[in-house]
C-alpha cells in the first residue's frame, strides 16, 4: 500500500457560487480565499491526475543501476491549490507540488528529495515539453527537469544537472512513466466532468441520491465536506459556459 505526505485536503473546503472561489478555514479560524485563476493556471497538469508506473534509467537502454517507481497524483486544496505528484519506491524524489507561478515562471514545482530536503524549479512549457530549473544549491549545481507528455498515457521525465560555471547539462537520470488504472484525459475529453476541478471524472460520489463524478482523492474528500457548496458552483460553470 502506497503512503503518500500531506493531507490531500483541510476540514472547510467551500466553492463559492458566482466566482468559484475556494474558501478554506484554518486551525484558528480564519477564512482565505483561493483564487480560482490558480486552479485554471494549474489545468495543464491535470492530465496527470492518476496513479502512474515509472521505470527510471541512469542510461537509457541499459538495465544497469535501473529502478521502478509507483506515483499517485492528486489535487490539493491548502493555502492554495496544488497538483501533488506522490511517488513510492523513487530513488530521486519522495513527491513534488505543482502550484501557480508568475508570469516569468509560469509553473512551480516543489521536490521533496529523498533526504527530505526541497529543491523548488520555475519555468515554462515550450511546445509538448514542460522545462523546470533550480536555482543553485548549496554544491553549486543548477538541477533540471523536462516533462514530455506521450499522448494521455505515457509522461517523461529527464533529470539533468549543471555546475553553475557551465552552459551543458549532464544527464542524472529518466523515468518513463506508463499510466495504470482506469484511463484519464485532460479536461475537454469525452467522459464526465470532475464536480471540483472540471477535469474528467473518473470516481463516482453520490448526493441525495444522484450520482456524481470527480478526479481523484482529493476532489473526492472536497465534495463529501461540502457537496452543497461544490454542486452549486458547479452548475454556475456550466450555466456560464453554456452563455458563452
Not at 508506473?53 to 486544496?77: D, I, L, M
Amino acid at each position: 500500500m502506497l503512503s503518500f505526505p500531506t493531507a490531500v485536503y483541510r476540514r472547510g473546503l467551500v466553492i463559492g457560487v458566482a466566482t468559484v472561489a475556494l474558501t478554506v478555514s484554518g486551525q484558528a479560524g480564519d477564512r482565505r480565499v483561493l483564487d480560482p485563476a490558480d486552479v485554471t493556471a494549474l489545468q495543464p497538469q491535470q492530465v496527470l491526475v492518476g496513479k502512474w508506473r515509472g521505470v527510471g534509467q541512469v542510461r537509457r537502454g541499459s538495465p544497469q543501476g535501473a529502478w521502478q517507481e509507483k506515483v499517485e497524483v492528486v489535487w490539493e486544496f491548502q493555502d492554495r491549490p496544488g497538483i501533488r505528484w506522490a511517488v513510492a519506491d523513487g530513488k530521486l524524489w519522495k513527491s513534488a507540488l505543482f502550484l501557480p507561478g508568475t508570469a516569468d515562471n509560469p509553473v512551480v514545482l516543489r521536490v521533496i528529495l529523498p533526504d527530505e530536503t526541497v529543491r523548488e524549479y520555475g519555468g515554462r512549457r515550450e511546445g509538448e515539453r514542460l522545462v523546470l530549473e533550480s536555482a543553485p544549491d548549496a554544491q553549486a549545481e543548477v538541477h533540471r527537469l523536462t516533462w514530455t507528455q506521450v499522448g494521455e498515457h505515457r509522461v517523461t521525465v529527464l533529470f539533468e544537472k549543471r555546475g553553475i560555471r557551465q552552459s551543458f547539462y549532464q544527464r542524472v537520470a529518466e523515468v518513463g512513466y506508463q499510466r495504470e488504472g482506469t484511463r484519464l484525459a485532460a479536461a475537454g475529453g469525452n467522459g464526465p466532468e470532475c464536480v471540483v476541478t472540471g477535469g474528467l471524472g473518473t470516481m463516482a460520489v453520490t448526493y441525495q441520491g444522484q450520482t456524481y463524478y470527480v478526479c481523484c482523492t482529493g476532489c473526492r474528500d472536497a465534495f463529501q465536506n461540502d457537496p452543497q457548496g461544490i454542486l452549486a458552483a458547479w452548475a454556475e460553470r456550466r450555466k456560464a459556459g453554456a452563455n458563452k
